[in-house]
């Protein structure tokens, strides 16, 4: 049996996405691949973390997706026939480096593209909302539209759905994409977005009671809970592909609320939570963001639905995460 290869599988998508793969095809056919070993013990002991000529029963390979040797070795010695590349640099912390920013994000695409090309690969690789723009329509964003990012990761997810494109009209790769909105959930805190505010409000109106957000309080984003999220990612991996009509990136949302209306959902549970509004440089990303998106697309092709809307999530993040938090 083939096995499923996760990039960046540390990271606040990887780490629950391994989880459900891993019940779903076993935890011998699931390789994660990320800059360091996880750093929890909670991988089963399993995690071997040397080089990627290792086999475990819950493998790990510690590399760098700009490594284009390593990422073949793995492919080839795991049998490897899809994988979720999800190794990159986010909004926030890609502007603080934007060269790296496009190194990571573009060479490290094209590589697995490129391997997808030559050994027959399936790949799920995902966009995100920061390709739209300033003068892209903020509200109910179409799926087709004006696409101008002024980020350097958003520039880089442009791109790269246009090379996924690219790669599957010229050479067949079977490449499929979400543009996923700010992903919320408790496993694993996000990793230097701009949209870690949502996740961050959770955490610390139960640790401290009050917490200071970065974006003002009208800031209107899509977002999406983290189930939904791997629920989308497998039911599209797992669609017919004559249904698949879009091979740059699917438009796909669940909610849309701004900081306030999210503190407001956080104090019908905790109703001493204070929320005080201070934007840093990550107000104007957010700006340039939609407010609401269009995915009917993604409705008709593959049957998306979100199951959880603002309360129903802010309901399961605080009873997750009511025990852990301190
Ligand atoms: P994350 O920052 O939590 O995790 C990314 C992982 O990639 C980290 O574990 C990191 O160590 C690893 N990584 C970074 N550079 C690497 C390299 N050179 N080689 C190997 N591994 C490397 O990110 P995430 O939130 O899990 O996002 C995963 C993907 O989903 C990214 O492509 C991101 O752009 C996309 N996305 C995420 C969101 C969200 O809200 N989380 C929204 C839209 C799109
Ligand atoms: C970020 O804020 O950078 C991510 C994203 C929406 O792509 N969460």
Not at 94 to 115: A, M, Q, S, Y
Not at 188 to 199: E, F, H
Not at 213 to 242: E, K, S
Not at 279 to 303: F, G, L, V
Request: aromatic content about 8%; glycine content about 6%.
């Amino acid at each position: 049996m083939s096995s499923i290869l996760v990039t960046g599988a540390n990271g606040q998508i990887g780490s629950e996405l391994v989880q459900t793969l891993r019940d779903r095809h076993g935890d011998e056919h699931v390789v994660r691949l990320d800059l360091r070993p996880p750093s929890s013990t909670s991988v089963n002991g399993s995690v071997n973390g040397q080089n990627a000529t290792s086999r475990t029963a819950a493998p790990f390979v510690v590399a760098d997706v700009r490594d284009r040797d390593t990422l073949a070795e793995t492919i080839e010695r795991y049998d490897i026939d899809t994988v979720y590349h999800l190794a990159s640099l986010l909004s926030a912390n890609g502007e603080k480096v934007p060269d790296r920013t496009w190194d990571v994000n573009i060479n490290g695409l094209k590589h697995v593209l490129d391997l997808a090309r030559d050994h027959d690969l399936r790949i799920f690789w995902p966009s995100s909302i920061a390709v739209f723009g300033p003068s892209t329509p903020r509200n109910d964003t179409p799926q087709n539209t004006i696409l101008n990012p002024s980020t350097m990761y958003g520039v880089t997810k442009r791109s790269g759905e246009l090379l996924c494109q690219y790669y599957h009209q010229r050479f067949g790769v079977d490449v499929r994409s979400l543009r996923y909105p700010g992903l919320i959930s408790y496993a694993t805190l996000p990793g230097g977005g701009t949209t870690d505010y949502a996740v961050d409000m959770y955490y610390e109106a139960l640790r401290s009671g009050s917490y200071t957000c970065f974006v003002r309080a009208d800031t209107r984003l899509p977002m999406m809970y983290m189930p939904d999220a791997i629920r989308a990612t497998l039911d599209l991996m797992n669609a017919d592909a004559d249904n698949i009509t879009i091979r740059d990136s699917y438009n796909i949302t669940a909610m849309s609320f701004s900081a306030e209306e999210l503190a407001d959902a956080i104090r019908a549970h905790l109703p001493d939570f204070t929320c005080d509004f201070e934007p840093d440089e990550r107000q104007q990303i957010a700006d340039a963001w939609p407010a609401t998106i269009d995915d009917r697309i993604a409705r008709r092709d593959w049957n998306w639905k979100p199951d959880f809307n603002l309360d129903a999530m802010t309901a399961d993040m605080l009873a997750h995460l009511r025990d852990t938090v301190q």
